[in-house]
Structures are given as C-alpha cells and as structure tokens.
C-alpha cells in the first residue's frame, strides 16, 4: 500500500486488487479529469488542451482499493501509442459526448438529422463484438459537430444489399438486417432525414453470399435507391462504397481476388459506383479519399480482425475522414 500523491497527510492509501487486459474502447477526457502515471496512483500526469481534444483508447482496466473503497481505472493509450496513463472511469465520457470537442471538429453545429444503412463496418462491429459508440459514424457525428442524438444508425452486421432478413438480437429486439428491410423498418424516420448514407456491399462480395451476379446486385441497389428518393425526395442520398478487404486464409486484397462468382471486390466496387452516378447519388471511395488508413502494408494493425473489420483506431481516421467530404 502507497499513500496517494498530494494527499500523504490524511493518510490515504492505495492497493491494486486486479489488472487485466480490457476491450478496446475510446474515450474523451471530461474536464475534470486527473489522470496517474502508474497503478500506484503515485505520480500525476499533467494534461494539456490537446490531450481534451484527443480520443483516448482502453487497453487495461484495473480494480483498486483507494482508502479501503474499490474503484475502476482504465489504462488508456493516444492514437499514436506515444503517451498513455491510467485514469478512474468517472473521469471519462462518450467520444460522442457533447462537452468534446475533437481537433478538426467543424465550428458551427450541424442541426439537421442523418441516417445511416449499412453493414457491419458503419454498425461499428470490430470483428469480434459491436463496439457501441465507436463506429467511424459516430467519429463522423462528433467531427461535423452534430447532436448525437440526430444521428440515426440503421447499419446491422452481415447487412446485404440482396435480401430480405431481419434479425433479433439485443434484448429480443427484431431489426431489418438487409438494405430492404432497414429501409421499410424505418421508413417514417427516413422521411424526416436530411442526408441518408448508404454504406453497403462487402457482404455481397463474400462466398456464398447469395447475392448473385454484379448485374443482380446492382439492379437491387438501383431499386432502392430509387425509393429512398422517392420516400424523401429533399434528402441527399450518398453512397460509401466498402472498405478495402482481404482474404482469412491468403491474406490476398481480395481487389484482386475473384469470389465464387467470378468478380473481384475492385470490380463489384466500380459496379456499384456507376449505380450510385446513374441515380445521381453522390460518392465516397474511402480508396481514393483516404488510401492511407488501409493498405497492404498495414492492414494486419489498421483491422482489428486482420482482414475487414477496423481499430477502433482506424474508426476515428475513417470518420475523420468521411467528416471532410461533408456540405451542410
């Protein structure tokens, strides 16, 4: 037991009960916060305006007895992994928390409302788990200085633009898993939407995914889309075309790797986006924005299942990034 720093007079004192390796998760500071260099709580970092402005993500937590009263403290990490220190959790909030703002986040508030159907990556699923908060929407919510609340996040892991299914997960509740049954699930909130992001197609490309020819995938998309304006003719509609991806077992940019259909990712890729031009919807090829968050070089770090899924890391970059191409 050590007495905690500052307060040796009252004779507090600290025990590290456990320690173990937590999920990876980001946060934001809340102004208050205090943050200590070690488990021992015996040396104080000292923050800065910039450290307020950054995302700070969990690799630890640790159970710690401070004058007999158990509390939490995560150990957390800088984008960069150049500083980190631990922190009690009271002292953190939501990267999407009104009271942060990031460096680079946009000075009026956008107060209009924004949807989102997708797949698994605009859900915010790691590869192992929904990581609920930490979605590259969510990034892109806080950088274009929204409420989050206004931000509506349809976007349901395994997602297709070809079927109908829906799924029940979270507390028994049933939600539209493909594009089609996102939209009628939640055609009443569309109606009302200023900007419906469409992020979708990665499934489509997997083996045995059902979907069938570039030609079948691509005339569905057009179907809907054409319903989306129709539902809500104001909106604008943009499409994100997927992500950069690779194969489990090669470890092949599947860009250059044909599925059990005969077409590469890279080929259902521009496919979709002459679907996207010819309904005059406007596009967002993460390939061309921003080719350096994922490439064949880093992708074993920038995924955190290696092959699809990001980092909560890449998450903030992707939003970051996305946020960029924003018009209010």
């Known amino acids: 037991m050590v007495p905690v720093i ?4 009252t004779k507090q004192t600290v025990k590290v009960v456990s320690t173990q390796t937590a999920q990876p998760h980001a946060y934001a500071l809340k102004t208050r916060a205090v943050a200590y260099k070690n488990q021992n709580l015996t040396s104080k970092v ?3 305006k910039a450290n307020h402005k950054a995302a700070w993500y969990r690799d630890q937590l640790a159970d710690i007895k401070v004058n007999g009263k158990k509390t939490r403290f995560y ?7 150049q500083k980190s220190f631990w922190i009690e959790t009271c002292d953190l909030q939501a990267i ?3 009271q ?15 949807a989102v159907l997708g797949d698994s990556i605009p859900a915010g699923w790691d590869g192992v788990r929904l990581n609920h908060g930490n979605s590259y929407f969510d990034w892109f919510g806080q950088y274009v200085h929204m409420n989050h609340k206004r931000l509506h996040n349809y976007a349901i892991p395994d997602a297709k633009i070809v079927g109908h299914r829906y799924i029940t997960y979270n507390s028994g509740i049933e939600h539209g898993q493909d594009l089609s049954t996102q939209i009628l699930q939640h055609k009443a909130q569309l109606k009302k939407m200023n900007y419906i992001y469409v992020a979708i197609g990665t499934n489509d490309y997997t083996k045995a995914s059902g979907s069938g020819s570039l030609t079948n995938i691509g005339g569905k998309l057009t179907t809907y889309l054409k319903y989306l304006k129709k539902l809500n003719p104001k909106a604008k509609v ?7 991806r690779y194969t489990m077992k090669s470890n092949v940019n599947c860009d250059t790797f044909s599925n059990d259909r005969g077409f590469t990712l890279k080929q259902e890729r521009d496919y979709l986006k002459k679907v996207y031009h010819k309904q ?3 596009v967002v090829d993460f390939q061309q924005l921003a ?11 920038t995924l955190n299942d290696g092959y699809l899924h990001p980092t909560v890391q890449t998450n903030q970059r992707l939003g970051l990034a996305l946020a960029q191409t924003f018009t209010n």
């Open 6 to 9: 500052g307060q040796a007079k």
């Open 46 to 48: 000292t923050l800065t």
């Open 75 to 81: 150990h957390v990490t800088s984008i960069t992994g």
């Open 96 to 98: 999407y928390s009104s």
């Open 100 to 114: 942060f703002h990031p460096k680079y986040q946009l000075p009026a508030a956008y107060t209009g409302k924004i």
């Open 238 to 244: 943009i499409g994100i075309l997927p992500l950069t």
């Open 280 to 282: 005059h919807v406007k």
């Open 291 to 301: 080719p350096s968050i994922i490439t064949d070089q880093n992708h074993a770090t």
